[in-house]
Nanobody, 119 residues
Framework: QVQLVESGGGLVQPGGSLRLSCAAS????????MGWYRQAPGEQRELVATVTTLGTTNYADSVKGRFTISRDNAKNTLYLQMNSLKPEDTAVYYC?????????????WGQGTQVTVSS
C-alpha cells in the first residue's frame, strides 16, 4: 500500500501561480504513470495532466501552456506548477499513481488539495 499526500493549494488571485506537490509514502518508480486531476463543485473529476516514468507528458487543452507536471523519483514526489491561473481553475486537485500488479492495474489517489482562484 502507498499513501499519496497533496499540498500547496490555497487562495490565489487571477494571473497568479501555485505549485502543488504530491508526496508518496514509498518509491514512485513503480508508478508507470502519475497524474493530476481536479474536481470543481457540481462537476465530474477531470484529467489535468499526466507524466510517465519516461517523462512523457500529457495535458488537458484547458491548461496547456500554463501548467507543467513533473515527477522526482528520488524524492518520491509529483509536482504541478500552475501559472496564469484563472477562476475556472478553481477546484480540488488530486494526484493519482497507477501501477501494474499481478491482479492488473491499480490506482492510488490522494485526498486532494483545494485551489481557489479569486480576486
Amino acid at each position: 500500500q502507498v499513501q499519496l499526500v497533496e499540498s500547496g493549494g490555497g487562495l490565489v488571485q487571477p494571473g497568479g501561480s501555485l505549485r502543488l506537490s504530491c508526496a508518496a509514502s514509498r518509491s514512485i518508480f513503480s508508478f508507470y504513470v502519475m497524474g493530476w486531476y481536479r474536481q470543481a463543485p457540481g462537476e465530474q473529476r477531470e484529467l489535468v495532466a499526466t507524466v510517465t516514468t519516461l517523462g512523457t507528458t500529457n495535458y488537458a487543452d484547458s491548461v496547456k501552456g500554463r501548467f507543467t507536471i513533473s515527477r522526482d523519483n528520488a524524492k518520491n514526489t509529483l509536482y504541478l506548477q500552475m501559472n496564469s491561473l484563472k477562476p475556472e481553475d478553481t477546484a480540488v486537485y488530486y494526484c493519482k499513481g497507477s501501477q501494474h500488479t499481478n491482479s492488473g492495474p491499480m490506482d492510488y489517489w490522494g485526498q486532494g488539495t483545494q485551489v481557489t482562484v479569486s480576486s
